[in-house]
């Protein structure tokens, strides 16, 4: 499946969480399938914290690997393409080409860097049901986002309920947790004691690398869990027939590392990161009322999963979505998968939750 980049321009003002405004923003966008005639067949996928709209196919019949989703869109897959048409927005303040710290400054001439407002989630999705309304689509038929899209959908049933007829929430809670803020805390210190960062005024050709190289490598080890790391690695080790009695790279596990960190630079842009990372700390939606008051207008089926080996975002906090939702006598499930990948379960291993899509995209 051979997909396009696209890019519109909304010139709608957009008021911030910060306080500051936006008069105008950018939001880059993939599609896969078709819109029909009625508009009622649309799907929104939003992406989590390092992954962007490219969420399946390819740009070219040559590109080394899909879309990050591609096991979940595309013709006869859960989201099947044949039947929907689904559309993967890159969030405001990410890399991808969405207006963010990389986006020109028009008073400066130069890029805003660390001069951009934050945002939020709240002001992610807002964006979102702009470019919404630029398509012509009033409500979308499922929406459906792991980790900081699973945030989304979250803002999208507290901010806007009658725009989505189904939810998927994936691997999300309600709020983020001190062990995640100290964790975003970590990895944004790695990218910005890089000298090259310089306050976030970097040239686009000389990004921080050594930085968001141990930002990659410190945030591999939370996706990643342990008992993943033992079968794929071991003890085994790396290129070599003993140790080295050195800081070398000696075990496979710390040559996987070195590589995760490689390239890093050309990828993801470190403010952007900074900003989404920031954006996640901010997450909670019962700050100021109770869930159940949060989810009052609720008219959606919601799906909620979890895994047993996602001690960043766990069953117990997802569950508490479940009970705020089914307090109000809305339509929702919350399914509990096991699997060694932890949080990075619902990408790579997709199987079961494949199946639990399929099932809930099925019924009526």
């Known amino acids: 499946m051979i997909v396009h980049p696209q890019q519109v ?3 709608v003002p957009l008021k911030l ?18 819109l029909n005639a009625n508009k009622d067949n649309a799907i929104l996928i939003c992406h989590g914290l390092t992954a962007t709209q490219h969420a399946a196919g390819r740009h070219a019949p040559s590109d080394p ?30 890399f991808g080409g969405s207006s963010g710290p990389a986006s020109l400054n028009p008073d400066t001439g130069h890029a805003y860097g660390m001069r951009f407002p934050l945002v939020t989630m709240a002001d992610m999705v807002k964006a979102q049901a702009l470019l919404a309304d630029h398509l012509h689509i009033e409500c979308f038929n499922t929406i459906a986002g792991g980790c900081m899209g699973g945030f989304q959908v979250l803002e999208w049933l507290r901010l806007y309920p009658a725009r989505l007829a189904r939810a998927v929430v994936i691997s999300a809670g309600a709020r983020v947790s001190p062990h995640t803020i100290a964790l975003w805390k970590v990895l944004s210190d790695a990218i910005r004691s890089d000298p090259a960062w ?17 930002a990659s490598r410190i945030g591999s080890l939370f996706w990643m869990s342990r008992e993943s790391m033992e079968n794929r690695f071991g003890l085994r080790l790396a290129d070599r027939e003993k140790l080295s009695y050195s800081f070398a790279a000696d075990f496979e596990v710390e040559a996987f590392l070195d590589k995760i960190g490689h390239g890093a630079g050309k990828i993801i842009d470190a403010n952007s990161l900074l900003y989404l990372m920031r954006a996640m700390t901010y997450f909670d939606l019962s700050r100021s009322s109770s869930l159940a008051e949060v989810f009052t207008g609720i008219q959606s089926r919601t799906l909620l999963v979890s895994y047993e080996s996602d001690w960043r975002y766990p069953p117990d906090e997802t ?19 096991d699997s060694k990948f932890g949080h990075g379960a619902f990408i790579y291993d997709f199987e079961g939750l494949g199946a639990a899509i399929r099932t809930f995209l099925a019924e009526s």
């Open 17 to 34: 969480e910060c306080g500051n405004s936006l008069p105008g923003f950018t939001l880059a966008y993939e599609t896969y399938g078709k």
């Open 65 to 94: 690997k899909p879309g990050w989703w591609d096991a979940a869109i595309g013709p006869g897959k859960p989201f099947d393409t044949e039947h929907y048409f689904v559309i993967c927005i890159n969030a405001l303040g990410s």
């Open 198 to 214: 310089n306050g976030g005024d970097y040239a686009s050709s000389q990004p921080p690398e050594a930085g968001l190289a141990l």
């Open 9 to 11: 321009a909304i010139q």
């Open 319 to 337: 569950e508490e979505l479940n009970h705020a939702i089914a307090s109000l006598n809305a339509p929702v499930e919350h399914k509990i998968f």
